[in-house]
């Protein structure tokens, strides 16, 4: 877990800039099928004005505007504007295409990453693929052909300092992560610790993990 806690040695510089790259304002949102992810989702239809919002979703059977209709969010504009791509946390270059990859690299202002592996009962290492790689290949994306901003949603629990599982040690790592990539690369970035997610007044939805308490 130290070890992972430092950024690679290939990542200590900002490479493959290019100048005069479009002025566009998209938004890239990891884990827009996850509970949080889909309210956060609604916000950023609410709340900004960007041209495109690209959902990275794991499942080609993931409808966002689905989501957005079982969670009462679901406005007439909101289809215009969400672009969701198939793609995987645990994957080269997110298991996008070079063609998707670049893409995102040349046209993705702002990301919101939220995807996540979330179990309390197993170790560390089942988290590292996907809450720590993962986001190591978020910053990559992040630092490619344009500095972007980057939004990193982590866990209140980080702030005890108790590690008290493998789910925390995970994004306590991520952390550590992004914030060498703000210090060393310049990457604008904000470390979010929500708490527990309950329903919200709009409806009775509860995240599936909570289930696990009731």
Known sequence: MELDSELPSDM???????ENLCDRNDILLTGADGFLGIYLLNELLCQTQSNNIYCLIQSSFTDVTDLLKEFDLYTSY???????IQGNLSQHHLGLT???WL???RNIRTIYHCDEIVNYAAKYEDH?????NG?????????MKRIKTLNYVSTLDVATNKMLNGYVQSKYVGECIVQQSHEQ????EGIFRPDTFL???NNKLFPEILCLYF
């Open 12 to 18: 200590l510089e900002v490479k493959d800039v290019e």
């Open 78 to 84: 909101s289809i215009e504007r969400i672009i969701p």
């Open 98 to 100: 070079d063609a998707q």
């Open 103 to 105: 893409h995102l690299c």
């Open 128 to 132: 590292r693929l996907v809450n720590v």
């Open 135 to 143: 986001t190591l290949t978020i910053i990559r994306l992040a630092t």
């Open 185 to 188: 690369l310049r990457l604008d």
């Open 199 to 201: 329903s919200s007044f």
